[in-house]
């Protein structure tokens, strides 16, 4: 398979729910990072991972924690959510000539 | 702080028509600029841009970058309504050699009418 993979691809969960967001890339890039859109706001970056380790970590809360445990896979945990965190996580991956050309198909995430 | 401005915000034109979608910026440690289009799932990549004054071209869609007065464009021409879609302007700022960090615009919402 080739690209970027997400799974799950839709996901409801309660408040008091911890789960995990998947990605997997097989391009052979070096870094990899997690997006998140919500609806009528700008693409924001949450997290950079480079060569697996974190170099970014954009004031995002401690209830989203990632993980990246090899080049090709990219974890986001999610525990104690607010209604306020649903939104798309898209997870993308980069080379060294730079350019966020390949995107996940996102994760559509719903907090009730 | 890494600034993106789109404009317009929205655009509604008909097919056949050329439509000019404008992104300017500011960046500290410029790496490159992107455009993509979204439809109602992830974003698909377009563009990369990283010198002044070349043009890019796929198809009827062109870019081209200017670093001087920090703007980019890209242009559509012959409209058709599967262009209907936003336009995502994103500058990338190196983090390091490796990675970069991209600011997105707003994006523009173009409807392209039969």
Redesign the interface.
Known sequence: ETGVTQTPRHLVMGMTNKKSLKCEQHLGH??M?WYKQSAKK????MF????EER??NNSVPSRFSPECPNSSHLFLHLHTLQPEDSA?Y?CAS?D?T?????????TRLLVL | EDK?VQSPLSLVVHEGDTVTLNCSYEVTNF??L?WYKQEK?????LF?L?SSGIEKKSGRLSSILDKKELFSILNITATQTGDSAVY?C?V?AF?????????????TTLTVKP
Request: glycine share 14%.
């Open positions: 070096n870094a990072y700008p693409l924001e970056l950079v991972y480079s060569l170099v970014e798309l898209l980069s060294r730079g350019g966020l050309e390949h995107f996940g198909p996102g | 993106v790496r490159s992107l799932k992830a974003p698909t990549f990369m990283t995502l994103a990338e983090i390091n050699t490796n990675a970069g960090k991209s600011t997105f615009g707003d994006g």
